[in-house]
């Protein structure tokens, strides 16, 4: 079996990643709170995960498989939501979930096999707040329960931090409950208009925290594989989870795999609101951005590096795939088969992937692989067949249904196609003659119709821009 390293936040060091079962293989993922839409830097980790999902099932089997990503759907932001908007928080939170999915899956991530909402496990985190004063770990005061930090040794080795620098650095809850500073809160009460439950401490909700730690409890087991998110919840909730878990489950060793990928920035600056370069999702899809070309985007950077959106790489990533798409267009002709897809992944690229998600070397990969694709002199040659399967593998697959649009529109004008391909061929022929009046009228009227066109050792390529108007052809006949 293909052996896989991962970067392990635990250890910080790259290891062979070792499954404890090898027939059940299970990961978690922190996933967001929902009470609006999707913002970039939420899409990071999705797209990461996603194609680590990928690599797991395409090594253990789809079926040896399980992918958990919790939706935090009790939350003071959804409850401030909910009081601005007069809107029922229900409401609120099964819209913003229907919000992610769809634009997650825009972006071509699979959705995991597990979605646990945090209210629907409302009993597990009660029994693990109870267990855990049982033992010693957990006391309730004035309707709160807090865990006490200071009964848990480890505490603060996954970020590095000794209990002092975290109080230090930290934006803790001043409360007069509290027996140490850093202790944090499991339960707390509700009133009011807040949502709540009825506890052995009184009504009210759970904290933050518990809730990764209960659904992953009660879906992969006191010990899985591998749990993932962004670098910012390092400290404190992946801290935190941690100290919850291993005293509620002192002989079980949690997370085996702790992997994080580093911040988004846009433009070279931390996005934010009043930088104004603060964007979601939906709006770059709005925007006329493809799904696909964002993933692109966040593909070409490592996962456990800074990744800096700019316009020049969604320009250079719109390139890649026009042409990419101009091949599917001219070389294939017919849909690959999920089990084909499996056999036909490319080792090169699998090999980079295993190596800690290698996805810059993937995308360099991919353009040599284009290449020789487009060499082929075949329809559904073996380079063209490898290149389109390695894509779909990847979760480039038909994402922009514009583009389909588009295609469905080019494939009924029989004749435009072969128009633009004579053209080219013209044009190569008076560059070659060296007329170049003649060249530069075929260029001139090729523009006109917006036909961009580029020059490569192996001739003159053409595409189409994303927004393109195929009524624009007519211009050539």
């Known amino acids: 079996m293909t052996q896989i390293k991962l970067h392990n936040t635990k250890t910080r060091k790259k290891e062979v990643f070792t499954p404890l079962d090898p027939a059940n293989v299970r990961m978690y993922v922190c996933g967001p709170t929902v009470y609006d839409r999707a913002h970039l830097g939420n899409a990071r980790p999705v797209v990461v995960f996603d194609v680590l999902y990928r690599l797991l099932r395409h090594v253990y089997g789809e079926g040896a498989v399980t992918y958990a990503r919790n939706f935090t759907d009790v939350d003071d932001k959804i409850n401030a939501r909910a009081a601005e908007s007069g809107r029922k928080i229900?409401?609120?939170?099964?819209?913003?979930?229907?919000?992610?999915?769809?634009?997650?899956?825009?972006?071509?991530?699979?959705?995991?096999?597990?979605?646990?909402?945090?209210?629907?496990?409302?009993?597990?985190?009660?029994?693990?707040?109870?267990?855990?004063?049982?033992?010693?770990?957990?006391?309730?005061?004035?309707?709160?329960?807090?865990?006490?930090?200071?009964?848990?040794?480890?505490?603060?080795?996954l970020s590095g931090r000794t209990i002092d620098d975290m109080i230090a650095g930290a934006r803790v809850e001043v409360a007069p409950y509290k027996r140490n500073p850093m202790d944090f809160v499991l339960w707390k009460p509700?009133?009011?208009?807040?949502?709540?439950?009825?506890?052995?401490?009184?009504?009210?909700?759970?904290?933050?925290?518990?809730?990764?730690?209960a659904m992953a409890d009660e879906l992969l087991g006191a010990s899985f594989d591998i749990h993932g998110g962004g670098n910012d919840l390092m400290f404190p909730h992946h801290e935190n989870e941690i100290?919850?878990?291993?005293?509620?489950?002192p002989d079980?060793?949690?997370?085996?795999v702790w992997m994080h990928n580093e911040m988004l920035q846009v433009e070279g600056k931390k996005m934010s609101k009043s930088l104004g370069n603060f964007f979601t999702v939906r709006d770059l899809l709005d925007q006329g951005v493809p799904g696909e070309v964002i993933r692109f985007v966040f593909l070409s950077t490592h996962y456990r590096k800074p990744m800096d959106w700019?316009?020049?790489?969604?320009?250079?990533?719109?390139?890649?795939?026009?042409?990419?798409?101009?091949?599917?267009?001219?070389?294939?002709?017919?849909?690959?088969?999920?089990k084909e897809i499996e056999q036909l992944v490319d080792a090169e690229?699998?090999?980079?992937l295993a190596n800690d998600l290698n996805t810059p070397l993937v995308m360099s990969r991919l353009s040599e692989l284009a290449q020789e694709a487009h060499m082929s002199s075949d329809k559904d040659s073996d380079a063209v067949?490898?290149?389109?399967?390695?894509?779909?593998?990847?979760?480039?697959?038909?994402?922009?249904?514009?583009?389909?649009?588009?295609?469905?529109?080019?494939?009924?004008?029989?004749?435009a196609v072969p128009l633009v391909n004579k053209m080219i061929a013209a044009l190569d022929q008076a560059r070659a003659a060296k007329d170049y009046d003649t060249a530069d009228a075929i260029r001139a009227k090729l523009a006109a119709a917006d036909i961009h066109i580029s020059t490569t050792k192996s001739g003159t390529e053409w595409e189409y821009p994303y927004r393109f108007d195929p009524s624009k052809l007519d211009s050539l006949k």
Not at 97 to 102: A, K, N, R, V, Y
Not at 194 to 212: D, N, V
Request: aromatic share 12%.
């Open 385 to 415: 067949l490898r290149f389109f399967a390695t894509l779909k593998f990847l979760g480039f697959d038909d994402l922009d249904p514009q583009r389909l649009e588009r295609r469905k529109t080019l494939e009924q004008s029989e004749e």
């Open 243 to 249: 100290a919850q878990s291993r005293c509620a489950h």
């Open 190 to 213: 509700s009133s009011g208009d807040q949502p709540g439950w009825e506890s052995p401490w009184g009504y009210g909700r759970p904290g933050w925290h518990i809730e990764c730690s």
């Open 252 to 256: 079980a060793g949690f997370a085996q």
């Open 90 to 157: 229900g409401d609120i939170t099964d819209e913003t979930i229907g919000w992610f999915l769809e634009d997650m899956g825009a972006l071509g991530a699979l959705e995991p096999d597990a979605m646990p909402r945090a209210t629907e496990f409302i009993p597990q985190m009660v029994a693990m707040i109870e267990d855990l004063i049982n033992k010693g770990h957990a006391y309730a005061a004035e309707g709160h329960v807090l865990f006490a930090v200071e009964s848990y040794s480890e505490y603060g080795a």
């Open 310 to 338: 700019t316009a020049e790489k969604v320009r250079i990533a719109t390139g890649h795939l026009n042409r990419w798409s101009q091949l599917e267009y001219r070389a294939l002709s017919r849909s690959l088969e999920d």
């Open 349 to 352: 690229v699998f090999n980079a």
